[in-house]
């Protein structure tokens, strides 16, 4: 009682303070009007950054507009662009390099960064030195990154080379990884696996952390081997934490541009030519806004389903 | 007192900030791409800011990003540049889009005529629709794709004797594709000086368009064509002739054949890189980039020497060069044409060349002592009056990508065949004239 009583004077003693035209104003304001006018700022950047150009690329997608010819008459073409790139066998190729690169890069990332956070949570003599070496490659920015591997790459004088030839006795400058067409896939799923399985250490590390010792504990009284505490306490206390990693590296390497466009520019051929880099080309170099634009569309919405209906599946094994 | 002080120092403050607003209102911006001869012109145009008292910036950008960043410019109806000096195929679009200032009227007005410069230059960066006396820009950079050679190895007598009893003939500059791809594979893999070298260093390039300037090198050597009527669209037979297609193997076999490995993606700074490291016998550039090399203190001088692209069935060479145009956008049009009309007089063109640019002006390349200013000036003489150039239509840069995609996809990843690629390089084409309504 005292507090309520206490706040409703504080709510006269600011609305004494509130000037009299201002007050008149807010007077006649509902908690959700005065709601609205907080949040209006945020809603129009929104639609002005977000939502306008997402229907403006929905419009341009049915024309056959071209950025570099504004003079040009805009024509509705109906779903014309959508028919052509859904009968391009060259989309179809650069999607299946789009999904080669990402099943390689999530598979060993996932397998690579638990292994590594298994380790680093035994928390031997150390760890914390070893952690900061690990996590080092995600702070680099990509480009360098993919400029320093051009150069370990590099068939002649490249580090990684002569290390596949230290190891296995093949002749170094015998093989290409960023010129082969059989290696050059592989090339950049190494590159982006060792960049980024840090980044999935340290979530798993964080999933490992969180599980409370009394649960091994518990575990051990009951005489569980080991092997049955990973499998039955570890993986699925830790698979919720795994399943987001997987969420954010698949929709980044969906979308991932500047570190292979460094490596291998898409080549040799189209072999690395993701679909990222294939809807630059289309945008911005060849300018052809209208099928790009049809391109990025149908991107989007198989991104937007396949996160949708990831995160239901990452919600269900939260709740079990 | 103070405030008389006060007073000196405002107006002598007021009076420079005028000046210096004045001297800032009259600055030009010159684009073009970042490489040798660009700092040539900058040397040359402090002549300009002397006569005139207009000064000059530049906006220089690798030859790798060149396009993208100057044509987004130009769409953009960006201010930045007040001159271009613009890759040839961009003439159709420049014109077309109202990006260039079309130059008739100034041209006849100043006395500047089209006849002093290189027939094929004017033809090349000048006119638009081609061959009309329709003038956006003024021949600025003559240049053609041009090889050269350590000459130093080639005239080793060890060596001269070897190739001669392989191949029954001199070992000098190949005067067909096939004689410099003997020559490629007689270096491949062979130790001279303690070191193991290579053949050539061919233009691989992916992201740009680079695999299509040195392929199409060899194209035009083997006869080919865009259309079998100019103006048409008629590729089919053309694009795919058998001579178009024997061609494009060619490059693929020299590709694998006689180059270092590691060059899959390679371009003007790889050339020079694999050259100038002595990695290899053989390189193909554009000749802007030769009176550097020559310079070099390794392998230029007497080490180095010069070849235009040997004919197979035909003498050509794939054009470079660029010419110089106005931009509509631009607010200091007038000074931009000043220093257009300071740039064609014949003087200055002379200078151009004697600093490393490459004059189109008929007045430096017909004088009697041309030929021999420079080792490699016969050649470049020689590759003008062959020269040949990609399409210059406004979707040349749809056109270009595609015809990088095809040959790297046939030349470096090894998919398909040569004809098959150049069929598809067909079904693209088609479908941008038709995108275009040109078809």
């Known amino acids: 009682m005292a507090i309520t009583s206490s706040i409703d004077r504080l709510a006269d003693r600011a609305a004494g303070a509130t000037p009299p035209q201002m007050r008149h104003t807010v007077r006649g304001l509902s908690d959700r009007g005065i709601a609205w006018l907080f949040i209006a700022p945020t809603i129009v950047l929104l639609l002005a950054i977000n939502i306008f150009p997402l229907l403006w690329t929905l419009y341009?997608?049915?024309t056959n507009f071209k950025a570099n010819r504004i003079g040009r008459e805009i024509k509705w073409i109906g779903t014309r662009n959508y028919e052509r790139i859904l009968a391009d066998a060259d989309i179809w190729e650069t999607l299946q390099v789009t999904a080669h690169f990402l099943f390689w890069t999530i598979a060993l990332q996932v397998l690579i960064g638990f292994t590594l956070a298994w380790l680093i949570n035994r928390q031997f003599k150390g760890h914390s030195f070893w952690t900061t070496v690990i996590v080092l490659p995600m702070m680099l920015s990509p480009a360098v990154v993919g400029n320093f591997w051009t150069f370990l790459y590099q068939p002649q004088i490249g580090l990684f080379n002569y290390a596949v030839s230290f190891f296995t006795g093949i002749d170094p400058s015998s093989f290409q990884m960023i010129g082969s067409v059989n290696l050059a896939p592989w090339s950049i799923v190494i590159v982006d696996t060792w960049m980024w399985t840090p980044f999935v250490m340290l979530i798993c590390l964080a999933g490992l952390r969180s599980i409370p010792d009394y649960i091994y504990e518990a575990a051990e009284v009951d005489r569980a081997t080991p092997w049955r505490q990973f499998w039955t306490i570890t993986v699925p206390m830790v698979m919720p934490f795994l399943m987001l990693a997987v969420l954010f590296r698949g929709i980044e390497n969906f979308k991932m541009f500047d570190l292979v466009v460094e490596l291998t520019s898409g080549g040799p051929g189209s072999v690395t030519e993701l679909a990222s880099i294939n809807l630059k080309r289309e945008a911005f170099e060849k300018w052809r806004t209208g099928y790009s634009s049809a391109f990025a569309i149908i991107l989007f919405v198989t991104v937007f389903g396949a996160a949708n209906i990831y995160v239901k599946a990452l919600n269900r094994v939260k709740q079990r | 007192?103070?405030?008389?002080?006060?007073?000196?120092?405002?107006?002598?403050?007021?009076t420079m900030g005028l000046m210096a607003q004045n001297a800032k209102a009259q600055d030009i911006t010159l684009c073009w791409a970042a490489w040798d001869p660009a700092n040539a012109l900058v040397e040359l145009s402090k002549d300009f800011t002397t006569e005139t008292g207009i000064g000059m910036k530049f906006e220089f950008v690798p030859w790798p990003n060149f396009a993208d960043r100057m044509l987004n410019e130009l769409n953009s109806g960006g201010k930045l540049c007040d001159i271009m000096i613009g890759d040839s195929q961009w003439i159709g679009g420049g014109a077309e889009n109202g990006h260039y200032v079309k130059l008739n009227a100034f041209f006849d007005k100043e006395g500047i005529s089209m006849d002093d410069f290189a027939p094929a230059t004017v033809y090349a960066y000048s006119t638009w629709p081609k061959g009309t006396p329709n003038y956006y820009a003024l021949p600025a950079m003559g240049d053609a794709n041009g090889w050269f050679y350590r000459k130093d190895w080639f005239s080793k007598p060890e060596l001269q004797a070897e190739f001669k009893k392989k191949y029954g003939r001199d070992l000098?500059?190949?005067?067909?594709?096939?004689?410099?791809?003997?020559?490629?594979?007689?270096?491949?893999?062979?130790?001279?000086?303690?070191?193991?070298?290579?053949?050539?260093?061919?233009?691989?390039?992916?992201?740009?368009?680079?695999?299509?300037?040195?392929?199409?090198?060899?194209?035009?050597?083997?006869?080919?064509?865009?259309?079998?009527?100019?103006g048409k669209y008629d590729m089919e037979g053309a694009v795919n002739s058998p001579a178009a297609v024997e061609a494009l193997e060619f490059y693929k076999e020299l590709y694998e054949c006689c180059t270092a490995p590691g060059y899959t993606d390679s371009y003007m700074q790889e050339s020079l890189d694999s050259f100038k490291s002595g990695q290899v016998a053989m390189a193909m550039n554009w000749f802007a980039f030769f009176p550097g090399l020559y310079k070099d203190e390794n392998v230029g001088g007497d080490n180095i020497g010069f070849f235009v692209n040997p004919a197979q069935n035909v003498a050509a060479s794939t054009l470079g060069g660029q010419g110089m145009s106005v931009i509509s956008y631009s607010d200091k049009q007038d000074e931009a044409l000043a220093y257009i009309k300071w740039f064609a007089q014949p003087d200055v063109q002379a200078k151009w060349w004697s600093l490393g640019g490459y004059s189109a002006s008929n007045s430096v390349l017909n004088s009697p002592t041309f030929k021999d200013s420079q080792?490699?000036?016969?050649?470049?003489?020689?590759?003008?009056?062959?020269?040949?150039?990609?399409?210059?239509?406004?979707?040349?840069?749809?056109?270009?990508?595609?015809?990088?995609?095809?040959?790297?996809?046939?030349?470096?990843?090894?998919?398909?065949?040569?004809?098959?690629?150049l069929d598809k390089l067909i079904v693209d084409w088609t479908e941008t004239f038709e995108d275009e309504g040109k078809l």
Do not use: C
């Open chain 1, 60 to 62: 341009l997608s049915f």
């Open chain 2, 1 to 14: 007192m103070k405030k008389t002080i006060l007073a000196g120092a405002l107006a002598v403050a007021g």
């Open chain 2, 172 to 230: 000098g500059e190949p005067k067909t594709q096939k004689e410099l791809m003997d020559i490629g594979r007689f270096f491949q893999g062979r130790e001279i000086d303690g070191k193991k070298r290579y053949g050539v260093n061919i233009f691989t390039e992916r992201g740009s368009e680079g695999i299509t300037m040195g392929a199409t090198g060899a194209m035009y050597a083997w006869g080919f064509k865009y259309e079998n009527t100019p």
């Open chain 2, 375 to 421: 080792p490699f000036a016969a050649d470049f003489l020689e590759a003008l009056a062959g020269v040949q150039d990609f399409w210059q239509e406004p979707a040349y840069a749809e056109l270009l990508l595609a015809m990088q995609k095809r040959l790297h996809d046939y030349v470096v990843a090894d998919k398909g065949t040569a004809k098959e690629a």
